[in-house]
């Protein structure tokens, strides 16, 4: 039976993203699914750390900056959205 994978949503910039597409095209290590939009796409958790490892090493740009923002993080941004549009 196969191992299911645990993912995390995370939100970053377009830039950001295209480097991690990139990385993910050599072995498939970080992403569980792309979500088509700009900025967030789900990766697998086990391997947050090494992806910010990685991005912060700048491989490809100098110093980039990096957010990457866990489903948790989104989750609360949502609510306090909601909270704000409601008054």
Known sequence: MPRAV???L????????????KYDEE????IVEDLD???H?????S??????VRLD?????AQPT???????????KIMQLDESESE
């Not at 995370?10 to 597409?21: A, F, G, N, V, Y």
């Not at 090493?57 to 740009?61: M, N, T």
């Open 6 to 8: 645990r993912g995390l």
């Open 10 to 21: 995370i939100e970053c910039d377009p830039s950001i993203k295209s480097m991690i597409l």
């Open 27 to 30: 072995r498939h290590d970080y």
């Open 37 to 39: 939009d700009e900025n």
């Open 41 to 45: 796409l789900v990766i697998k958790e």
């Open 47 to 52: 391997q947050l750390q090494n992806l910010k």
């Open 57 to 61: 090493q700048g491989e490809d740009l």
């Open 66 to 76: 990096v957010v990457l923002t866990p489903r948790q993080d989104l989750d609360e």
